[in-house]
């Protein structure tokens, strides 16, 4: 894909709202992806504790709206989308995971069928790519009934990508960033979530790789 001149919206969490940066209007990823590529504009549809599954009610509240809800709201121009979520669908322990046969958007396999469909229908002749969750610290621990390891979430981004032939661009296995090692934690995610300007530099060099490449 050729990247000069190129509109992208970015659908995400809070990393892609750029919370963990030391400035959330340059210094997310995509700002950096920007500059780097000669993007024309890097749309930020990032909003902090979101998720791709359906919350059981809905409310006001910006954490509610989930991906499948904000994705409407994005311009429909774009040359491509690039979704990164998952990681509060696991670490917000309300949200089922579902499995890869469910279409019930309230569980995140669902959930993701449904983005997926959407952004199929809406960017037909464009590139839609998504990125697995970064490792992140405690990403075994359950803390419910309805709880799974990160892991689980990260393999139901890749069946369902997989399915639709969606491109996935696998920060999970490739970012070179893991949170509970504590060199790398220190380096580029402080809090073992949140990627700094380090971090986001480096999600925007796998990224752009990974789009140039398709």
């Known amino acids: 894909m050729e990247l000069q001149g190129k509109k992208i919206n970015f659908l995400g969490d809070s990393i892609t709202e750029g919370h963990g940066t030391s400035d959330c209007t340059t210094k997310p990823y995509h700002q950096v992806l920007k500059v780097n590529a000669g993007l024309l504009e890097a749309r930020n549809y990032g909003k902090g504790g979101t998720k791709i599954a359906r919350l059981p009610v809905i409310t006001d509240n910006p954490f509610d709206q989930d991906f499948n809800l904000r994705a ?30 469910d279409r019930d958007i309230h569980t995140f396999y669902g959930g993701m069928h449904t983005l997926c469909l959407y952004l199929i229908k809406n960017y037909t002749d464009k590139e839609i790519v998504f990125m697995t969750p970064l490792h992140r610290l405690q990403e ?33 296995k490739e970012s070179g960033m893991y949170g509970n090692v504590w060199a790398w934690c220190e380096k580029y995610m402080p809090d073992g979530l949140h990627p700094n300007d380090e971090g986001h530099k480096l999600i925007a060099h796998k990224l752009q790789k990974f789009l140039e490449n398709l």
């Open 140 to 172: 075994e621990k359950l803390d419910s009934d309805v709880s799974r390891p990160l892991h689980d979430f990260v393999k139901a981004i890749r069946e369902v990508c997989e399915y639709y032939s969606i491109p996935v661009c696998d920060l999970y």
């Open 72 to 101: 409407l709201d994005m311009d429909l121009d774009a040359d491509a989308v690039v979704v990164f979520g998952g990681t509060n669908d696991y670490g917000h322990s309300t949200i089922p995971l579902g499995n890869f046969e």
